[in-house]
């Protein structure tokens, strides 16, 4: 079965980063599309940012573009999430999640997530 870990939330002061890791097991990593997602308290979850098997396709909402990056390493099955310049608006529960080819594309997964597989998450907090 397929198991999904996410590593690295933690409390930081606004203007500050952070790195989130997530390793998946149990299926063939590089058929997968990859992807971040987060949920505040009240809120529905989003998805922030996708890539696509190859790592050559991303995709970013608006409101993290030019501070977040994703990326992947499909030797060491793990998934990456660069946070920089933290808002706290940015605090939420952070998702990873594995999606199958069906999705069609990084940004399809990231607004449908069909057929994904989610972590139990990890808690980011930016306090200013």
């Known amino acids: 079965q397929v198991q999904v870990v996410e590593s690295g939330g933690g409390s930081v002061e606004a203007g500050g980063s952070l790195r989130l890791s997530c390793t998946a097991s149990g299926m063939p990593f590089d058929d997968y599309f990859m992807g971040w997602f987060r949920q505040a308290p009240g809120k529905e979850r989003e998805g922030i940012s996708c890539i696509s098997w190859s790592g050559d396709s991303a995709y970013y909402v608006d409101s993290v573009k030019g501070r977040f990056a994703i990326s992947r390493d499909n030797t060491k099955n793990t998934l990456y999430l660069q946070m920089n310049s933290l808002k706290p608006k940015d605090t939420a529960m952070y998702y990873c999640?594995?999606?199958?080819?069906?999705?069609?594309?990084?940004?399809?997964?990231?607004?449908?997530?069909?057929?994904?597989?989610w972590g139990q998450g990890t808690q980011v907090t930016v306090w200013s």
């Open positions: 999640a594995a999606g199958g080819v069906e999705n069609g594309n990084a940004r399809d997964f990231c607004r449908r997530r069909t057929g994904a597989n």
